[in-house]
């Protein structure tokens, strides 16, 4: 091929509009990702990943990336454009999907890991250049225009004074008259920017909350902002979804049809990428924007789809399982609507399949109860698929839920005594459901229906089992905050802690089996190690900051004392009548104070060093406005509540960089009694 074009396997990268250097890169970090891909098929990428433990690799190569397009209906005649295909995180399932991929990406590195990563496609076109440049050659007949993580930077390469309407203009321009365009970029008034994650792009705090400083080469949109950029730049057609947690790793896509309900939304730890603070409780914060139907306003981020809605009105991914397991859940309202389960791979086909026979084996043990089984067909060889009946009502779990909001703890053991009852039909049947958890079941008034019946065993399981891992994994996904917890949970199953202990344990086997050798994206996110602090650290040291309990430190250079040359030291140590205290100061200081608390007290110097070096507690090496107790230990009685302890460094040896180390005990004194014992100091000691 000429030297405009390459081919890596059946992939075609096109370089005419390639500058020949790469003006935007992330570093070495990508010399990695190429050699990762060339080297390892993707079915390997979670070893990969987990291997790393690098946010870059989880970001680009993990395909929980891959659900924000994976649930498009994409036909096998369509033409595909997608714009910032960066290393192809979203490409793959473009190009399993559609007849024909056309990529656009500036960075010819980013271009080559996605050629790589993708390279027995025979479908995919990689154009590399500046989208200007690139774009007057491109087709102007696309079925579908992916934007994913780019609208946000329309700014950088379209000039004018509105260019993310101009970006979206241009677009237009290339999309057949019925052809829709997708677009995810984050929310600026996203949940977890209050709750404390820095700023996607920027990795600033509350940057997009205050709408970005002059010279941010970065946008992003309110949902009402992005609805009125969408109209001005001429779409008529236009629908929102939300994934959840966000676009980058979504696991759930909710949408105006199918909002989350309250409970819902759990899975609220995002810094894979960088550090955060947690400033509230994301999911009670979550649940009571949803009860007043705000959700859509605060949702982290936005996927728009312009032109003919898509039938999902809803769709969950179970990425974390082994492929053998790993599947999709859809909801699709409509006329008729339903629930759909798919596998995400052919090893999954017969895990689908085995639905139907659970079913007939379920309906036959609970005929004649007061447990409905909703019904299932299967169908599709290539793509098989479970569609159930849709059930209308409310899951018992949400019943539950509104039980611990009220504190209503006799209704909440009233409803555990109904789930016991109904689901204790029958039980030496050999055959049941082992996941017969409180969200699986939908309750219409008196109608309880058992919609989700994936994981079944050929034996009879005892009612009093069953309904006791039922509440555990209930309480365990609210941390076991229901009532008197754990206690509560005995209480009300007459559980012994060998009982629990085997429910813990089979749990656990489970949960291997289920996942295989995978990692969750939670244990992911431990191997990466961002920290997460949580707010109530920050309460202790702004109560502390109020208290007496702080060590302050005041550097004479020569001048004498002044607050200007002071400092609290942050580290101190308060702890069973203890202060224990580490700093540094300059070589120029002569003299230090150290003040121990802001109140009157008794203090004894058990350790006191420079450097190391043991510092005397005798006259002039070290000196207080204290008084000093007879014995042994260098004690002082502070009657004053600004207690002060100095040390004359004359003499000692220092360095550029000098350290200072204390050990003290205390007894806080009341102002009266300090003045009372200090009159009476010799009498007493």
């Known amino acids: 091929m000429s030297e405009m074009f390459e081919k890596i396997g059946e992939v075609s990268l096109n370089l005419e509009n390639y500058g020949g250097q790469d003006l935007y890169s992330d570093g070495n970090i990508e010399d990695m990702l190429l050699d990762a891909v060339k080297n390892n098929p993707p079915s390997d990428y979670k070893k990969v990943i987990e291997d790393s433990a690098l946010w870059p690799y989880l970001y680009h190569l993990s395909d929980i990336r891959e659900n924000i397009a994976e649930w498009i209906d994409i036909k096998k005649t369509d033409k595909v454009l997608e714009v910032g295909s960066g290393c192809g995180a979203i490409t793959g399932v473009l190009s399993a999907k559609a007849g024909e991929v056309t990529c656009v990406d500036l960075s010819k590195k980013r271009s080559l890991i996605n050629a790589y990563r993708h390279r027995d496609a025979k479908n995919i076109t990689v154009c590399v250049g500046n989208f200007t440049d690139v774009e007057p050659g491109l087709s102007k007949d696309y079925d579908l225009i992916f934007l994913i993580g780019v609208l946000e930077y329309g700014i950088c390469y379209i000039p004018g004074d509105e260019p993310f309407e101009e970006f979206l203009k241009i677009i237009r321009k290339h999309l057949k008259p019925d052809g829709r365009v997708v677009i995810a970029i984050e929310n600026r008034l996203g949940m977890k920017y209050f709750a404390g994650c820095r700023e996607d792009h920027l990795g600033t705090f509350f940057s997009g909350l205050e709408n970005y400083r002059e010279g941010d080469n970065v946008r992003t949109f309110s949902k009402p902002a992005l609805e009125t950029l969408v109209k001005k730049s001429g779409f008529e057609e236009c629908h929102f979804y939300y994934p959840y947690p966000d676009y980058k790793l979504?696991?759930?896509?909710?949408s105006d049809q199918r909002l989350p309900k309250p409970g819902e939304l759990v899975t609220n730890n995002l810094n894979f990428d960088r550090d955060r603070v947690t400033l509230f409780d994301e999911k009670k914060v979550y649940d009571s924007v949803i009860a007043d139907g705000l959700f859509s306003v605060f949702s982290?981020?936005?996927?728009?789809?312009?032109g003919k809605k898509p039938e999902t009105d809803y769709v969950r991914y179970s990425n974390d399982r082994s492929r053998a397991y790993a599947i999709k859940t859809e909801i699709i309202e409509g006329l008729s609507p339903k629930v759909r389960k798919t596998a995400l791979y052919k090893e999954g086909a017969e895990h689908i399949k085995r639905l139907s026979e659970s079913f007939e084996k379920l309906s036959e043990k609970y005929k004649g109860s007061e447990l409905n089984v909703a019904s299932v067909k299967i169908s599709g060889t290539?793509?098989?698929t479970a569609e159930f009946e849709y059930v209308n009502g409310t899951p018992l779990s949400e019943l539950f839920d509104e039980c611990l909001k009220k504190e209503d703890r006799e209704e909440f053991e009233k409803l555990f005594r109904e789930f016991e009852r109904r689901t204790a039909f029958n039980e030496d049947f050999p055959f049941a459901d082992t996941d017969l958890v409180f969200s699986n079941v939908i309750v219409d008034r008196d109608k309880w229906?058992?919609?989700?019946?994936?994981?079944?065993?050929?034996?009879?399981?005892?009612?009093?089992?069953?309904a006791l891992r039922a509440l555990y994994c209930y309480m365990l996904e609210r941390d076991f905050k229901c009532f008197e917890g754990l206690t509560f949970l005995k209480i009300l199953t007459k559980a012994?802690?060998?009982?629990?202990?085997e429910i813990v344990s089979e749990e656990a086997l489970f949960q291997k089996e289920v996942?295989?050798?995978?990692?969750?994206?939670?244990?992911?996110?431990?191997?990466?190690g961002h920290n997460n602090v949580n707010y109530s650290r920050f309460e202790k040291e702004l109560v502390k900051a109020g208290s007496t309990d702080r060590v302050q430190i005041y550097c004479d250079r020569g001048a004498g004392y002044s607050e200007a040359d002071s400092y609290f030291v942050k580290n101190a140590r308060f702890e069973d009548g203890e202060i224990?205290?580490?700093t540094n100061f300059a070589k120029d200081v002569v003299n230090l104070r150290l003040d121990p608390m802001n109140e009157a007290c008794i203090v004894y110097i058990e350790k006191l060093t420079v450097n190391?070096?043991?510092?005397?507690?005798?006259?002039?090496?070290?000196?207080?406005?204290?008084?000093?107790?007879?014995?042994?230990?260098?004690?002082?009685?502070f009657s004053s509540t600004d207690p002060n302890i100095n040390i004359h460094l004359s003499g000692t040896e220092l360095s550029e960089n000098n350290s200072l180390y204390a050990k003290l005990r205390f007894v806080k004194l009341g102002t009266e009694i300090a003045a009372d014992l200090s009159e009476n100091i010799k009498r007493i000691f």
Request: hydrophobic share 35%.
């Open 250 to 254: 979504p696991t759930t896509v909710f």
């Open 300 to 306: 982290n981020s936005f996927l728009v789809v312009l």
């Open 382 to 384: 290539d793509e098989v």
């Open 449 to 466: 229906t058992l919609i989700d019946y994936e994981w079944t065993v050929e034996k009879a399981v005892s009612s009093k089992k069953q």
């Open 496 to 501: 012994s802690d060998s009982d629990i202990e």
């Open 515 to 528: 996942t295989g050798t995978c990692l969750s994206l939670g244990q992911i996110r431990e191997k990466i």
């Open 580 to 582: 224990e205290v580490e």
């Open 612 to 637: 190391g070096d043991d510092i005397p507690v005798a006259r002039g090496k070290v000196d207080t406005n204290g008084k000093k107790l007879r014995g042994k230990g260098a004690g002082f009685l």
